[in-house]
């Protein structure tokens, strides 16, 4: 098989393949056809005329051309497989259509004729004596003529040789042909005829010096005369097709230089004023006479005089003025003052400040370009994205520190109230991340790190990182959700698997529109990093850019994580001349090379990486050498270090941090007994700290980071037994091995932390400490709790011992609770709540970048702010929790927890309806903690102390609302809560104290209104109270598919540090359990059901008591919970609630069944509930309700036997006020349901008001109930609500005096005249004597004991005979 040609084949191999090619005898692709010269008269040819009036010319006609442009291969000829999809049309002319249509080279070329050349004289080089041409000096410019004519330009030699045949007398022709040529462009320019100028947008200068304006003028003239010969349609015809022809670019052109009245090739003549005209175009109407443009008043052109230099002939090409370049030497027009609502462009200086439109900055700050708008001060986004691109080193870093400073005050919305839009947005849609990327690449250094600088300014924002450190030390403040945009959300395995594979073929816009990091990876981001730190060896911003950079690809992500570990070399460069064992002394204060000297980033991107998953901890700690270097760094005091008294003790803390993430895994425990020591010397320096003092920040978050990892240490101490346990009873098998340290290692250090907490709760009583003491106390309360949990399950548990110790601390702990400063804190809980104030935040995300938004966080009050009370409440809840998990005799000392202001914030957060997002989420969890601990020790005192027993309802109302919010990472909690609170009878008091009785005696005609119902509310609520633990563990049991995820989360809220997989929290995709979990059992049992023709037998094990369950709980959260309930929506609780009907085709018949669903029915359907109810927006999971409504009918028609109950369903869209649709699909699509619909007016407890009120106005519907009542298919017997219903809107219809439309007009009196004549008496006498509808009343309506007045006279105009014009169109409109 002979191969095509590579580029990269040598001639060797061309020639090779070319005797391959010979040798095989196969037929060439191309065939090489030598025509004749046609230019060669030929024998037998016919010569070609000549034309008499022009001398001896060539003419070349071209007659006889294929057709077909010949084909350039031996293929077989195409065959188009769209030919036979195109429609065509009898009326279209083929013949017309190709000539429109033609493409071929004859309908361009029909004749060419050869340029008369016979009179142009040919000028021969002079003749000298030199064997050379004289040397030309610079001198002898000046004595060279000026070339003539427009657009002339000659080199210095023509102008030389020029100059040498003007001194013999030889170039006198050519000058008189120029002026010549030069009269002919000024003559009669300023007639009305513009034949008579010559033509405007040609100069003739391609054909030659000589004879040029004549052929020009000759065109012209010819042109003329066939525009004479033609009429005005046939000029406008051919205009409309040369429009049509010709490049839309073109014609612009063509008419902008008429506009100006210049032509385009040569420079505009000079025309005198009384003779200029407006430019008109082929219609002869000026281009700006249909356009209102203010104008702007012409400035000067520049002439020599006005130059502040006077140029020099002597000087190299500066012997020419040219304007249009010097037009920039003018002093700038002054910006618009008046103000526009028109929004205008914005522009900002180099420092990223948006410049409004009417500032006047001087010039000198460099602000004023020759851009747009050259008047306005700063630069466009525009323009700085096309100063990025120049040539000069200077520009492209100017512009990318600009752009760098723009999207820097962007993130901090810092453009909210001047800008509409998103900067940030705008910029990526620009292509912002493809120009940062390339700029990285840049071989100049400078460009580099401004294109770093930028690049860290998009991802990285310093207040965010700032709050997730602040917050590192709170209870399980390292967890926290990935970075990940919100379209990343949870997905299918199947379609995990196909975005996998499709991922790679992605393209990197397409990667990096939808997420920017995962775009940035994409794009090799990390090996340039790695090259720039190895390399180049930037400054030390620059390495710290880096750094930051890499922390936020680390946070994107554990897969992102995974990939920076993976990159070849990066993170042993990194480590090895950023985090050395060892260094020297930096020579000045701000050292000038940060390399072999330890960096604070460096072991915050180490912490961020192990933040992702124990392997990569395992990973970092024992692969790149880091345990040995936290060695070195802890083991000596910050002083010690070789570095500035701040800078290491900001290391320090890093390190400790670092250590903490990975003994949150159980990891790197062996350092705690080789720095046993050092730790306890750091330990016992909290004393000195002082609010006086210069490092005073530095040191506090020293000793909170050591706080933080002793916990972390007592977690994993206290593992040691139970892992110890199983390790032994194994058997040789493969399990966790347990950790270097066991209990007794740290049961030690709990006397000095106690003595140290003593000391800060009585600091409070100082001003000077009482800062320190309200930072350092949670910490170390997160401590003690941690302590005593783990303590409890030792089997060197001293029961007598800890209860002593628990009562001293209980004293500490109610004076600490009862301290003034305490309680102020606690008043502050709502202003500093996520959940009860909605913070605006106008710091720029977009969906692809996500942040934590969290700009001037310590300026606002919010839960993160320095001055929550959030942080000191959720350790001193989760301190009581364990004290009274072991010690049950302290739990009634604790009850003033529950004071007025936090019963106030749990009354406020119930009725809060909190947005969730990336940004909040992480911050909502811990006010999550709180609200759970505070709900656990309520459990616990609610059967001690009566006074907080009055709070149960609210207690209970707050359990619901907080199930429905608790997010991913968080769902121990939530079953925690379903297994003790939420199904608790002590959380329901109505239950046990007379609640049904007092239901029963609110609902007296209830058993009246409904016969079918045979128990009273009361009875089914105590019947369900006393089902609750069957509930309970109906829920759970649907519910067991979180069972994993509950593990990880144990694991994680109770300090199980060995089982511990990963600190990344679940992606965030919303709420664990949807908002409409009290209708769980019965959709699972929807989803399970095969159509909804199973019989009750037939149907899964237990799923009749599920249902039943189901039922109960929804009743009694109906009505002793309602606002729990508000975050369904209305129709989302009656499509739920149909599934009853949709999921068996006889569940609904069975007894308890019918009674709970009898009573949630009136429930739904009550007065106060019922106008809330809208069908016109979709139930979730649904496109419609009317898709259901449809599914219902159906399956009514099927299996209903007329039940009441399902009757009831169907009548309900049936109200006046929903769509009319829902009622057309009765009528007109399910008429025999009408044969099966009894529910009486008595069973409906829904007013006939509804149905009835206002009035029918679709004709379609009242044509389709009287064509039901007339054949028989609507009777009262069969369908007494629906006869009702199309008896009052038909009396209503005939009889009304409002004027209307011919068509309803014909109806009404055809349909008065049938009713007239009707012979079933009954039907007449309702429809004619319907009055009102009344429920009360055995048929459901009053009737007339005869016509009124007005209707008796309607219905005699009605009867009597009328033109036969007019009776025919009522005939016509009856058979309609």
């Known amino acids: 098989m002979l191969r095509r040609p590579q580029p990269t084949d040598s001639e060797a191999d061309l020639l090779r393949e070319q005797e391959r090619f010979l040798s095989s005898g196969a037929q060439a692709a191309a065939t090489v056809v030598r025509r004749p010269d046609k230019r060669r008269p030929q024998s037998g040819a016919t010569e070609v005329p000549q034309e008499t009036g022009d ?5 070349v006609t071209i007659e006889d051309l294929p057709d077909e442009v010949p084909s350039l291969t031996p293929a077989p000829p195409k065959k188009s497989r769209f030919k036979s999809r195109r429609v065509t049309f009898e009326h279209v002319d083929a013949e017309e259509q190709l000539d429109t249509h033609d493409t071929h080279i004859t309908a361009v070329l029909s004749r060419i004729i050869e340029k ?22 610079r001198s002898q410019y000046c004595e060279m003529p000026e070339a003539s004519g427009p657009g002339c330009k000659k080199s210095i030699f023509a102008r030389q040789i020029t100059a040498q045949r003007l001194k013999e007398g030889k170039t006198q022709s050519l000058t008189s042909q120029a002026q010549t040529k030069k009269e002919l462009m000024d003559c009669n320019i300023g007639t009305d005829q513009v034949g008579e100028a010559g033509p405007r947008l040609i100069s003739g200068q391609g054909l030659g010096v000589h004879g040029g304006s004549e052929e020009i003028m000759r065109i012209h003239r010819e042109s003329q005369e066939k525009l004479q010969s033609m009429s005005e349609s046939e000029i406008l015809d051919e205009q409309k097709r040369l429009l049509s022809q010709l490049d839309p670019r073109l014609v612009e052109l063509v008419r902008s230089c008429k506009a100006r009245n210049i032509p385009s090739s040569a420079p505009a003549p000079h025309l005198p004023k009384d003779q200029c005209a407006p430019p008109r175009d082929a219609l002869g109407q000026s281009p700006c006479a249909h356009v209102d443009v203010e104008m702007e008043p012409e400035q000067e052109p520049v002439t020599e005089a006005d130059l502040p230099v006077k140029p020099d002939k002597n000087w190299v090409h500066m012997d020419k003025l040219e304007p249009e370049k010097l037009e920039w030497m003018r002093d700038l027009p002054p910006p618009r003052k008046k103000e526009t609502n028109k929004a205008m462009q914005a522009r900002f200086d180099f420092a990223g400040t948006l410049i409004p439109p009417t500032d006047d900055l001087p010039t000198h700050l460099g602000l004023h370009h020759h851009g747009e708008e050259p008047e306005r001060a700063g630069y466009s986004l525009q323009e700085l994205f096309l100063l990025s691109r120049s040539q000069v080193i200077q520009q492209r870093t100017l512009a990318l520190s600009t752009l760098a400073n723009i999207i820097s005050k962007a993130r901090c919305g810092g453009y909210h109230s001047s800008l509409t839009g998103s900067v940030l947005s705008s910029l990526l849609d620009a292509g912002l991340l493809f120009l940062l990327r390339f700029s990285l690449d840049d071989s100049v250094e400078g460009v580099m790190c401004a294109a770093m600088h930028a690049l860290h300014a998009l991802l990285v924002c310093a207040e965010d990182e700032a709050c997730m450190d602040s917050v590192f030390c709170w209870f399980s403040g390292m967890a926290l959700f990935p970075l990940l945009p919100s379209a990343d959300g949870v997905e299918d395995d199947e379609q995990l698997k196909e975005t996998k594979e499709k991922q790679d073929e992605k393209s990197d816009y397409e990667v990096a529109r939808h997420d920017v990091v995962k775009g940035l990876l994409k794009m090799k981001l990390l090996p340039r990093l790695r090259y720039i730190l190895e390399v180049v060896r930037p400054s030390a911003h620059v390495i710290h850019y880096i750094m930051e950079i890499i922390i936020r ?35 000045s204060a701000p050292p000038k090379s940060v390399y072999e000297l330890p960096q604070i980033t460096v072991l915050k991107l180490l912490r961020v990486l192990s933040t992702a998953g124990r392997h990569l901890c395992a990973r970092i700690f024992n692969s790149h050498g880091v345990k040995e270097r936290l060695s070195c760094l802890l083991s000596a005091e910050p002083s010690d270090l070789l570095l500035g008294e701040a800078e290491a003790i900001k290391l320090c803390t890093e390190a400790y941090r670092l250590w903490a993430v990975a003994a949150r895994y159980g990891q790197a425990c062996d350092l705690y007994l080789d720095l046993y020591p050092a730790l306890l010397k750091s330990l016992q320096s909290p004393g000195p700290l002082a609010l ?5 920040p530095e040191r506090l978050q020293r000793l909170l980071a050591l706080i933080c990892l002793l916990t972390q240490i007592t977690h994993t101490a206290g593992c040691h037994q139970e892992l110890q346990a199983v390790m032994l009873s194994s058997g040789g098998e493969e399990c966790l091995p347990p950790p270097p340290i066991c209990w007794e290692h740290v049961s030690g250090l709990q006397q000095t932390l106690m003595s140290h907490l003593k000391s800060f709760v009585k600091g409070l009583d100082s001003n000077n400490q009482r800062e320190i003491s309200l930072a350092l106390i949670p910490a170390y309360l997160i401590y003690l709790q941690a302590y005593y949990h783990q303590l409890s399950l030792q089997k060197s548990f001293n029961p007598v011992h800890t209860l002593e110790e628990l009562e001293g601390l209980a004293s500490e702990l109610i004076s600490l609770l009862s301290h003034c400063v305490v309680q102020s804190l606690i008043k502050n809980l709502r202003s500093f709540s996520m959940v009860c104030n909605t913070v605006q935040c106008h710091a720029e995300t977009t969906a692809s970048l996500p942040g934590l938004s969290c700009p001037r966080w310590r300026d606002t009050p919010g839960l993160a702010s320095p001055t929550s009370p959030f942080p ?46 990336i940004s909040k989420a992480w911050l909502l969890c811990h006010e999550h903690h709180l609200l759970y601990l505070l709900l656990r020790l309520a459990h616990r005192l609610i059967p001690v102390d009566p006074e907080v027993a009055k709070q149960a309802p609210l207690f209970h109302q707050m359990a619901l609302v907080l199930l429905s919010w608790i997010l991913p990472g968080s ?12 199904f608790s009878k002590s959380f329901i008091p109505e239950g046990h104290s007379g609640g049904p009785e007092a239901v029963d005696l609110g609902e007296l005609r209830l058993q009246q209104e409904c016969p079918s119902s045979n128990q009273a509310l009361g009875s089914l609520l105590r019947e369900a109270c006393v089902q609750l633990p069957s509930i309970r563990a109906c829920f759970l049991t649907h519910l067991a598919h979180l069972e994993p995820a509950v593990v990880v989360s144990r694991n994680s809220l109770l300090g199980r540090t060995p089982w511990m997989t990963s600190q990344f929290l679940p992606e965030l995709s919303g709420p664990i359990l949807p908002s409409d979990w009290p209708y769980l059992p019965l959709l699972s049992l929807y989803n399970r059901a095969e159509g909804g023709g199973l019989s009750v037998q037939e149907l899964p094990l237990g799923a009749l008591m599920a249902v039943t369950h189901c039922l109960q709980w929804l009743l009694v959260l109906e009505v002793w919970r309602e606002e729990a309930l508000k975050v369904i929506l209305p129709v989302a609780k009656l499509s739920r609630l149909s599934c009853v009907f949709l999921c068996s085709s006889d569940l609904f018949l069975e007894r308890p069944i019918q009674s709970l ?34 599914a219902l009918l159906a399956h009514y028609e099927a299996v209903s036997f007329g039940d009441p109950l399902f009757g009831c369903f169907m009548l309900l869209p049936l109200q006046r006020r929903y769509s009319v649709d829902l009622r057309l699909v009765v009528f007109g699509e399910h008429v025999g349901i009408l044969r099966s619909l009894s529910v009486t007016v008595e069973q409906l407890s829904i007013p006939l008001e509804c149905f009835t009120s206002p009035p029918e106005d679709c004709l379609t519907l009242l044509r389709l109930y009287f064509r039901c009542l007339l054949t028989g298919a609507l009777k009262q017997c069969w369908c007494p609500v629906l006869y009702v219903v199309a008896l009052s809107h038909l009396n209503t219809f005939i009889f009304s005096q409002h004027a209307a439309a011919q068509e309803v007009e014909a109806a009404r009196i055809s349909m008065l005249r049938k009713i007239f004549y009707l012979t079933d008496e009954v039907l007449k006498k309702h429809l004619l004597l319907f009055r009102l509808p009344q429920q009360q009343s055995d048929c459901g309506f009053d009737l007339y004991e005869q016509l009124p007045p007005i209707r008796a006279k309607r219905l005699e105009q009605v009867l009597q005979p009328q033109d036969p014009s007019n009776d025919k169109d009522h005939r016509d409109e009856s058979e309609k």
């Not at 001398?55 to 003419?59: A, F, L, M, T, Y």
């Not at 006086?692 to 005073?696: A, D, G, I, Q, V």
């Not at 364990?882 to 106030?904: A, C, M, Q, R, W």
């Not at 079953?975 to 939420?982: A, E, W």
């Open 872 to 917: 000191l409440l959720t350790g001193l809840a989760l301190l009581l929790d364990t004290v009274t998990s072991i010690h049950k005799g302290l739990t009634l000392k604790f009850s003033g927890i529950f004071s007025e202001p936090v019963l106030e914030y749990l009354c406020c957060t119930t009725r809060a309806t909190p947005a969730l997002s």
């Open 692 to 696: 006086s003092e210069p490092l005073f």
């Open 116 to 137: 008369d050349t016979s009179s142009v004289p040919v000028s021969l080089p002079e003749f000298t004596g030199m064997a050379f041409p004289k040397v030309l000096h």
């Open 553 to 587: 690809l680390a946070r994107h992500s554990t897969s992102s994580a995974t990939q920076v570990l993976d990159c070849p070399r990066l993170i042993q460069v990194i480590v090895r001349d950023f985090l050395p064992a060892t260094w020297m002394p930096p020579a």
């Open 1157 to 1190: 669903s009898w009573a949630l029915f009136r429930l739904l359907t009550r007065a106060s509930r019922l106008n809330s109810l809208d069908l016109s927006i979709p139930p979730p999971g649904l496109a419609s309700f009317q898709d259901l409504y449809s």
């Open 971 to 982: 769902e121990f909690m939530a079953h925690d809560l379903l297994s003790n609170i939420i």
């Open 55 to 59: 001398g001896q010319r060539d003419v």
